[in-house]
């Protein structure tokens, strides 16, 4: 299926590359779903549930005189319970399938009982059927194109995660793309979440273990269009000067970060996890080409008259300049203090705000200097004295993109996918930040698993990580007795 593309608020707007080969359920593919087979599955989960409660029963009341405990008893109270709604259910579809045969619509909602127990029992397998005969059956009864199926699809993804089918995970996202872009009326920015969701998911799967080199290749043709995608559709949406368009500006910027550092636009390779100072010419202009959005975003926020945010956009800015290697980066820092003391923000507040050091580029952008401290302490950031005076950072953790991209946190996974098991390397470490921002004197305190292997490894990767350093009387400072939790997925994830 081709979407050629969406019309929304009157502005037609082109969705490229959306060709998703959907299979659709055929009558007999949910005929062979029917009946019989459930008797058969349902027959096999009550006599595994009855082996389960009688060795239970054995092993821990081998004598009539001892009692069962409370934990005990409710297992098999539940057990019975699962057992008997099991029971139910079956009854309930074959009388509805007696009835009026096995493709009405009556039988959605004991299907997904049905779907809800055997996800609860841990036979995905079997879940999995259901509820593509419960997506089927919404299709015949309600069309092709119907909003109806797509709760049925955030199953469908759910459990595929749990089966670790990232492909199909992968077919049925891009199917709820083309649903609800296709579907005049969706409004738009459902349709903008729906293209930004799949874009997370890319991001999320381009890595996972198991996935070809032609599957990630192909993630990364659609993370690389879905960029430009999701940014062209809502500065259409809310227009190129709009501050609704703020947030899409800073993820936009934080990407392109993220897949320069990866090696993907061929930049540089994926072993290179810095940008050197000696970046060619055409490099340079592709540098420039990325502050774009950030300068836009300032722009942006100075015209809604809100000095502190523009303060606020003067710092990310600085930030990323950092990240890029501008040498201008320290300059705008000093500028951004200069106007925050004649703004009136109270100096503590100013002192806190540079003298707490943070990983970049920060997950978002925050209008003040309260929302951005505040966010922080979501990750776990604390600043501690003890009693000689003694300050140390505990700067929370940092989760890693990936091992050969360690200096890029992971993208936040869609909801549908948070199921999603990430086996992970954990290292607690200790260092200090230089007054360029870089890691120094780092130390593995310990690690899970405990290997050399494992803490040189995260010593490494967090050398690689950009600090916005400590500013203090308008000059980069060291800043010592830092400590990080560092994590990174294990190889081939």
Not at 45 to 60: D, G, K, M, T
Not at 149 to 157: A, K, M, Y
Not at 445 to 465: D, F, G, H, Y
Request: glycine share 4%.
């Amino acid at each position: 299926m081709n979407i050629c593309c969406v019309k929304v608020v009157g502005t037609e707007y082109h969705v490229q590359h959306l060709q998703t080969p959907f299979k659709h359920s055929s009558g007999s593919d949910v005929e062979n779903q029917s009946s019989s087979h459930l008797s058969s599955t349902l027959l096999v989960i009550l006599l595994w549930l009855s082996f389960v409660l009688s060795s239970f029963r054995i092993a821990y009341a081998s004598e009539s005189s001892v009692e069962l405990s409370d934990t005990e008893e409710s297992a098999i109270e539940l057990g019975n319970q699962l057992s008997e709604e099991l029971a139910h259910i079956n009854e309930n579809i074959r009388s509805l399938e007696t009835e009026h045969g096995p493709f009405h619509h009556a039988l959605l909602e004991p299907l997904q009982g049905l779907t809800d127990a055997l996800v609860e029992l841990g036979d995905f397998e079997e879940a999995n059927r259901i509820i593509v005969r419960r997506l089927s059956l919404t299709r015949m009864a309600e069309g092709l194109e119907t909003r109806s199926q797509l709760p049925i699809l955030d199953e469908l993804i759910a459990n595929n995660v749990r089966l670790k089918r990232w492909k199909d995970v992968t077919e049925n996202f891009e199917r709820k793309l083309v649903l609800q872009a296709e579907d005049p009326g969706t409004d738009s920015v459902t349709v903008l979440d729906a293209l930004n969701t799949l874009l997370h998911w890319h991001l999320s799967a381009i890595f996972l273990d198991g996935e070809s080199a032609e599957q990630r290749s192909f993630h990364q043709q659609r993370i690389s269009s879905l960029q430009k995608q999701v940014l062209q559709f809502a500065t259409d949406n809310y227009g190129e000067d709009s501050p609704l368009l703020i947030p899409w500006l800073y993820q936009n910027a934080t990407h392109q970060y993220r897949m320069f550092a990866s090696g993907f636009y061929g930049e540089q390779g994926p072993d290179a996890y810095s940008i050197t100072r000696n970046i060619p010419t055409r490099q340079r202009e592709i540098v420039a080409n990325r502050m774009r959005n950030i300068q836009q975003l300032r722009q942006i926020v100075e015209s809604l008259g809100d000095p502190e945010a523009e303060v606020m956009a003067m710092i990310y800015e600085a930030d990323f300049r950092l990240l890029w290697e501008h040498q201008s980066a320290l300059e705008l820092y000093r500028d951004a203090i200069d106007k925050l003391t004649i703004i009136g923000v109270d100096q503590n507040k100013i002192g806190s705000f540079f003298g707490r050091p943070i990983a970049l580029p920060a997950a978002q952008f925050y209008p003040s200097l309260d929302e951005a401290l505040a966010d922080q302490s979501s990750y776990g950031y604390t600043v501690t004295i003890d009693g000689e005076g003694k300050e140390t950072i505990h700067m929370g953790n940092f989760l890693a993109w990936r091992k050969r991209t360690p200096n890029v946190r992971y993208p936040a996974v869609p909801e549908q996918a948070s199921l999603l098991d990430k086996k992970l390397n954990t290292v607690d470490l200790s260092f200090s930040i230089s007054p360029r921002g870089k890691a120094r004197s780092v130390e593995a305190l310990q690690a899970s698993p405990n290997t050399e292997e494992v803490k040189r490894e995260a010593i490494s990767a967090v050398r690689k990580i950009q600090f916005r350093p400590r500013i203090e009387a308008s000059r980069w400072n060291r800043t010592r007795d830092v400590t990080m939790r560092y994590l990174y997925p294990q190889p081939g994830r």
